[in-house]
């Protein structure tokens, strides 16, 4: 039996490229699709009707026709639209850059429902949030469980002992810990706070509820940036691009509170 | 199907190829224009080929708003009868094109080449902020309207714009943003109809 013509799906829209005159290729998240890329035709005139339902941070139910290469949006409700997260400087880039890190660990058509769920939550949490550095954290984390690459963080990957509070490093490499004795085995890992490990572990294994909770100084949040940024790259083997952008608010905002 | 030209020294297929490389030709259109164009009297393609030329040679940026130009500084920017104190902010050259067609707006121009669009790398430092910001030294500048385009790169923009505008003492207006002429309110998003209730005027 063929598939139907038309089928119908809730998203969250990820990303866009201009198309055309006045096309667009959006990359839309799904729950139960997975990531799909889709036309949307005509959004860039001002009359759209279909444009603001189809913004990037947006929540929508979305009608789409099957096509030959990518599928038509042929209809868009908003579900939500995240105000509060673009009205304001720093949320919207916290977001774009939530929703890069789910577009650069995902690929085409693998239904992931379980990160969906986290991509939704962090996008709601960082509109009624006033400590958005532990929300992308609480965000890294929990992704990095949904993709298949979460970090071991109570064993050494080494020799498999269970860490002792002390400083231990961080191996982006092996995916995880390494105790004082093993860590010479491995050229790059990052020594690491045991508060910091404390944090990571909570995070991890925690819902958002019980991670709000926590209270973060700048120094901590500082080597939690840096250890779960390298631990990206290392598995993009690229630079995150909004990661960059979101660096240089971080800079402006110290150098602010500093004076 | 063969996309892919071969690189020749036959002036229509070169021709073509030209042609291909603009945005929006594929092929069969760059095939028609240049069969068009060999079909066309001398003296028009002269006048295309002269046309193509001199936009090079003659086009610079105006060293105040960055508004392409013939002359520096642009005829908008010299002009005595424009309202010095109001500095209007738009992504692009064209955009003050549709603000000049409405013939309302009787200040200064400055356009950024681009919007901050982080997920494609493009940075405070790669639209001309620092250009402006220079600009607004000297006190004269009294008001500045964020005109960047209602996207979420436009808001992003206008957002960081503000915040760096806002400590020099300059007032700093949006245009509004709302429902376009034309169009039916029940096709209309959330954020539109939010800010057209928020941003409602008096009959």
Same mark, same amino acid.
């Given at each position: 039996?063929?598939?139907?013509? !038309?089928?119908?799906? *809730?998203?969250?829209?990820?990303?866009?490229? @201009?198309?055309?005159?006045?096309?667009?290729?959006? !990359?839309? /998240?799904?729950?139960?699709?997975? @990531?799909? %890329?889709?036309?949307?035709?005509?959004?860039?005139?001002?009359? #759209?009707?279909?444009?603001?339902?189809?913004?990037?941070? !947006?929540?929508? $139910?979305? #009608?789409?026709?099957?096509?030959?290469?990518?599928?038509?949006?042929?209809?868009?409700?908003?579900?939500?639209?995240?105000?509060?997260?673009? #009205?304001?400087?720093?949320?919207?880039?916290?977001?774009? /850059?939530?929703?890069? $890190?789910?577009? %650069?660990?995902?690929?085409?058509?693998?239904?992931? /429902?379980? $990160?969906?769920?986290?991509?939704?939550?962090?996008?709601? =949490?960082?509109?009624?949030?006033?400590?958005?550095?532990?929300?992308?954290? &609480?965000? *890294?984390?929990?992704?990095?469980?949904?993709?298949? &690459?979460?970090? %071991?963080?109570?064993?050494?990957?080494?020799?498999?002992?269970?860490?002792?509070?002390?400083?231990?490093?961080?191996?982006?490499?092996?995916?995880?810990?390494?105790?004082?004795?093993?860590?010479?085995?491995?050229?790059?890992? /990052?020594?690491?706070?045991?508060?910091? %490990? @404390?944090?990571?572990?909570?995070?991890?294994?925690?819902?958002?509820?019980?991670?709000?909770?926590? @209270?973060?100084?700048?120094?901590?949040?500082?080597?939690?940036?840096?250890?779960?940024?390298? &631990?990206?790259?290392?598995?993009? *083997?690229? =630079?995150?691009? #909004?990661?960059?952008?979101?660096?240089?608010?971080?800079? *402006?905002?110290?150098?602010?509170?500093?004076? | 199907?063969?996309?892919?030209?071969?690189?020749?020294?036959?002036?229509?297929?070169?021709?073509?190829?030209?042609?291909?490389?603009?945005?929006?030709?594929?092929?069969?259109?760059?095939?028609?224009?240049?069969?068009?164009?060999?079909?066309?009297?001398?003296?028009?393609? +002269?006048?295309?080929?002269?046309?193509?030329?001199?936009?090079?040679?003659?086009?610079?940026?105006?060293?105040?708003?960055?508004?392409?130009?013939?002359?520096?500084?642009?005829?908008?920017?010299?002009?005595?009868?424009?309202?010095?104190?109001?500095?209007?902010?738009?992504?692009?050259?064209?955009?003050?094109?549709?603000? +000049?067609?409405?013939?309302?707006?009787?200040?200064?121009?400055?356009?950024?080449?681009?919007?901050?669009?982080?997920?494609?790398?493009?940075?405070?430092?790669?639209?001309?902020?620092?250009?402006?910001?220079?600009?607004?030294?000297?006190?004269?500048?009294?008001?500045?309207?964020?005109?960047?385009?209602?996207?979420?790169?436009?808001?992003?923009?206008?957002?960081?714009?503000?915040?760096?505008?806002?400590?020099?003492?300059?007032?700093?207006?949006?245009?509004?943003?709302?429902?376009?002429?034309?169009?039916?309110?029940?096709?209309?998003?959330?954020?539109?109809?939010?800010?057209?209730?928020?941003?409602?005027?008096?009959?």
């Amino acid at each position: 039996m063929s598939k139907p013509r !038309t089928y119908q799906t *809730e998203a969250i829209i990820i990303k866009k490229t @201009k198309l055309g005159e006045a096309d667009r290729i959006l !990359t839309l /998240y799904t729950p139960h699709l997975g @990531k799909i %890329q889709a036309v949307a035709k005509g959004v860039r005139r001002p009359k #759209s009707k279909l444009s603001g339902h189809l913004e990037l941070l !947006t929540h929508s $139910l979305i #009608s789409l026709a099957r096509g030959r290469n990518l599928d038509t949006v042929t209809s868009s409700q908003t579900i939500s639209s995240f105000l509060p997260l673009k #009205s304001d400087l720093w949320l919207t880039s916290c977001a774009l /850059y939530v929703t890069e $890190l789910v577009n %650069q660990f995902t690929v085409d058509h693998i239904e992931n /429902y379980p $990160l969906f769920q986290v991509l939704q939550e962090t996008m709601e =949490e960082l509109c009624r949030t006033d400590n958005r550095e532990l929300i992308l954290h &609480y965000f *890294e984390l929990h992704l990095l469980n949904e993709v298949g &690459y979460r970090p %071991q963080l109570q064993q050494c990957v080494a020799c498999q002992t269970l860490l002792e509070p002390t400083t231990n490093s961080f191996c982006p490499g092996s995916g995880g810990m390494l105790c004082p004795n093993c860590h010479h085995s491995q050229p790059f890992s /990052y020594p690491l706070s045991v508060n910091a %490990q @404390k944090v990571l572990r909570l995070l991890q294994n925690s819902d958002y509820n019980t991670a709000s909770r926590l @209270k973060i100084d700048a120094k901590l949040s500082r080597e939690l940036e840096k250890v779960i940024g390298n &631990y990206l790259k290392y598995l993009l *083997e690229r =630079e995150v691009k #909004s990661a960059a952008w979101l660096d240089t608010l971080r800079e *402006e905002t110290r150098a602010i509170t500093s004076d | 199907m063969n996309h892919g030209f071969v690189p020749t020294t036959n002036a229509i297929d070169k021709l073509v190829q030209e042609f291909n490389k603009l945005p929006g030709i594929g092929p069969k259109s760059a095939q028609r224009l240049a069969f068009h164009l060999l079909r066309a009297p001398e003296e028009q393609v +002269e006048i295309l080929a002269e046309a193509i030329l001199t936009l090079k040679q003659k086009i610079t940026l105006c060293s105040v708003c960055l508004n392409v130009t013939e002359s520096d500084p642009c005829s908008l920017c010299r002009n005595d009868q424009r309202d010095r104190s109001a500095v209007c902010i738009v992504e692009q050259p064209q955009d003050i094109l549709a603000l +000049e067609h409405t013939g309302i707006y009787k200040g200064l121009y400055h356009v950024l080449h681009g919007a901050i669009s982080p997920t494609e790398g493009m940075g405070a430092d790669d639209i001309r902020i620092k250009e402006l910001i220079s600009r607004l030294q000297d006190g004269r500048v009294k008001e500045i309207i964020l005109a960047t385009n209602p996207t979420l790169e436009g808001e992003q923009t206008a957002l960081y714009l503000n915040h760096l505008i806002s400590p020099l003492n300059i007032k700093v207006t949006r245009l509004a943003r709302g429902l376009p002429f034309g169009t039916e309110l029940e096709y209309a998003d959330d954020i539109t109809l939010t800010r057209a209730i928020e941003g409602r005027q008096e009959f």
